[in-house]
């Protein structure tokens, strides 16, 4: 390409985009279902495409991901209110307006591409902006399949055509142009620590994500079989490509010999000095850095590839470790099903070691902890230098909150800890700026406050998107704790009572209502999520108008 192909790409995007940023929330919100459609016929054909493209994962893994990416990621930002009014206090003379960022440049991994690229289209638009995407070229085909999809989606719809872009063969050149292109208003990288300084040094706005060097540590109260089978599947999941998979375990020193058998008929294999130093001399170089031909490939690959053969039931490869750092070549973030085995006796000595590995390429990211005792989770809690902490579930699945109440995300802020401006999951809420509206409250001269009506009225929409943003975040009332995952057990049936008619209803919303004992009431045009209506149907939730 030439910086003319990325100037020409990125001005159409903007020029749609500018169009775009006029639409109201209900003709955003139709954008957002019509690529969420699109998306989820598509989920193992783009996931056999980008295991044909990179040679990293599995198919079926990768079309968990990109059902993550489009179908829970949806789920979560379609109440959101991101057009208008977004909070108004009469009280204090504050309002606050949500006003989209413009152009995103979105940078894409190979590791993770097509579930990526879904979930940066999803949140870019809902916040009403346009989107540059930027594949790794190892994954620019299976990429370059979503963007064309989405958009002709989009357009379908009602978006402006031109709202997607995408690089169709990028370089190194041709990702920092677009970072620093005139047009381009925010950055969201996903990538290396080069591409992420790069996107830091562009001058823009960006969000970036830091290396997860994430530790997972089994404390003596814990359920042992269930830890060490979360700990297998998250680091076997698509062959331990995402970054908040486990790296190393470390086990509390009494339950250590029960933890090697569970893990051993987890699929667990533990390598002998000879092969540790096999594995050594191939996933690591003299400066440090993991060779790439390992990240994403089997246990059964890695060890051939090696010099060694494990059987076929094999889901992760262990390597015995007494340290952290250069002297312990595998205590690194490596991307692979190969995870660092350490013990450690009592919590207090096991809090030592998951640091020691954070500091070595983790910090601000992600640590497990699997314990029945309160009190070291708040411990961990108190003084982990993680933004993150999972606790009793895969790290993998939980950080991005697949397995947990946390925003589905597949963009992980380390906090200034790991150089990040956010420690947050990405969501469209960081894609607007928020312009406020602040009347006088404390005059300064003699005069008296210039008083009117509140600026926000009923019928403006704010307090129905305030109520479903409530609900989802928090469960009715505020009362704390975003609503369950699909699985999650309902306290008690719900009392008949009635509440206005709705035009969409998320699974959220039905578990707020099942907390509340209220009842919703739905009519002939509502929109309901498929999780939602089987959840509402079978415990007499809706109320038909």
């Known amino acids: 390409m030439t910086t003319a192909d990325v100037d020409r790409i990125v001005t159409t995007v903007k020029q749609a985009q500018q169009a775009f940023s006029t639409f109201s929330q209900e003709q955003v919100d139709k954008v957002l279902d019509a690529m969420h459609a699109a998306c989820m016929p598509n989920l193992e054909k783009w996931a056999r495409m980008a295991h044909e493209e990179t040679g990293f994962g599995t198919v079926a893994d990768k079309t968990v991901k990109n ?21 108004a206090d009469p009280g204090q003379g504050i309002y606050e307006v949500a006003s989209p960022m413009g152009v995103v440049a979105a940078v894409i ?20 902006n346009g989107v540059v995407l930027s594949p790794h070229p190892s994954a620019k085909g299976c990429i370059r399949a979503v963007a064309e999809a989405m958009h002709d ?37 996903t990538g290396g620590t080069g591409l ?29 079989r269930k830890a060490v089978k979360d700990v297998i599947a998250g680091k076997s999941f698509d062959w331990g490509t995402i970054c908040a998979s486990e790296q190393s375990v470390i086990v509390d020193a009494p339950i250590a010999e029960k933890a090697k058998e569970e893990f051993a008929a987890a699929g667990g294999y533990f390598v002998s000095p000879r092969e540790k130093a096999l594995l050594e001399g191939l996933m690591v170089d003299g400066e440090g850095r993991l060779n790439p031909k390992v990240v994403g490939k089997s246990p059964q690959a890695i060890a051939a590839m090696a010099g060694f053969s494990v059987p076929d039931g094999v889901r992760v490869l262990l390597v015995p470790e007494e340290g952290v750092g250069r002297e312990y070549p595998l205590s690194l973030e490596k991307l692979s099903p190969v995870l660092s085995y350490y013990e450690a ?24 902890l699997h314990t029945q005792d309160l009190e070291v989770v708040r411990q961990f809690a108190l003084k982990k230098p993680v933004f993150r902490i999972i606790v009793n579930s895969p790290g993998t699945h ?78 009715t009332g505020g009362s704390g704790g975003a609503a369950p995952r699909p699985g999650a057990n309902a306290n008690s049936a719900p009392a008949p009572q009635p509440s206005p008619a709705l035009d ?9 209502a099942m907390r509340a004992g209220t009842r919703l009431r739905i009519h002939a045009r509502t929109l309901v999520t498929p999780l939602a209506r089987e959840l509402g149907e079978a415990h007499r939730i809706f109320e038909k108008s």
């Open 67 to 87: 059902r993550f990416g489009a179908d829970d990621v949806y789920r979560y930002i379609r109440p959101m209110k991101t057009v208008g009014f977004l909070s």
């Open 196 to 224: 992420v300084n790069a996107a830091y040094s562009s001058g823009k706005p960006s969000y970036g994500v830091g290396p997860g060097n994430v530790p997972a540590f089994i404390e003596r109260t814990a359920v042992l």
């Open 398 to 475: 939980g950080a991005i909150g697949f397995s947990t109440n946390l925003p589905p995300s597949m963009t992980l802020g380390c906090g200034a800890l790991g150089n990040n401006i956010t420690s947050d999951n990405i969501t469209p809420l960081h894609l607007i700026d928020r312009k406020r509206v602040a009347f006088e409250t404390r005059p300064v001269t003699d005069e008296k406050a210039v008083v009117l009506p509140p600026l926000v009225k009923p019928g403006d929409g704010l307090e129905d998107a305030a109520r479903r943003f409530v609900a989802q975040k928090f469960g």
């Open 153 to 189: 989606a989009a357009v379908a719809a009602g978006a402006p055509r031109g709202i997607i872009g995408c690089l169709p063969a990028p370089t190194i050149a041709d990702t920092q142009a677009l970072m620093k292109h005139p047009l381009t208003n925010v950055i969201l990288a």
């Open 504 to 512: 969409f209803v998320s699974e959220a919303d039905v578990r707020a």
């Open 109 to 128: 991994p190979s590791t993770n591409p097509t579930s990526t690229a879904i979930y940066k289209i999803l949140i870019s638009l809902k916040a009403r």
């Open 345 to 368: 006796d009592g919590w207090e000595a096991g809090c030592l070691r998951c640091i020691e590995v954070l500091r070595y390429g983790g910090l601000g990211h992600t640590l497990c």
